[in-house]
């Protein structure tokens, strides 16, 4: 099954940066069967998808995060990336890839990874 390992989580300042990768591996069918994304847990809160994108490069981002945030793929090297600037404290939370059978549905995910902890100091 897809194996997805995120890292490049960390502790910033607010208005800071930090780019997020997510290895891919395992791929069952055919790699443009899959969208890949990105979903944030925070403590308390409800999980949030933060980033999509398709076998095409069409992407999505949820409204909390558009302008700051840039998802991205190299298909060659199967890996996601998410490029987050302007970081504030409700950025903070766990950060976990995901993989997606055709478009994003963040209620059916084909698989996901252990997660990666971003956490922004004010």
């Known amino acids: 099954q897809v194996q997805l390992v995120e890292s490049g989580g960390g502790t910033v300042q607010a208005g800071g940066s930090l780019r997020l990768s997510c290895a891919a591996s395992?791929?069952?069918?055919?790699?443009?069967?899959?969208?890949m994304g990105w979903f944030r847990q925070a403590p308390g809160k409800e999980r949030e998808g933060v980033a999509a994108?398709?076998?095409?490069?069409?992407?999505y981002y949820a409204e909390s995060v558009k302008g700051r945030f840039t998802i991205s793929q190299d298909n060659t090297e199967n890996k996601v990336y998410l490029q987050m600037n302007s970081l504030n404290a409700d950025d903070t939370g766990m950060y976990y890839c995901?993989?997606?059978?055709?478009?994003?549905?963040?209620?059916?995910?084909?698989?996901w990874g252990q997660g990666t902890l971003v956490t922004v100091s004010s």
């Open positions: 994108i398709d076998s095409d490069g069409d992407t």
């Open positions: 395992g791929y069952t069918r055919a790699r443009s069967d899959y969208s």
């Open positions: 995901a993989a997606f059978l055709g478009r994003r549905d963040w209620d059916a995910l084909a698989a």
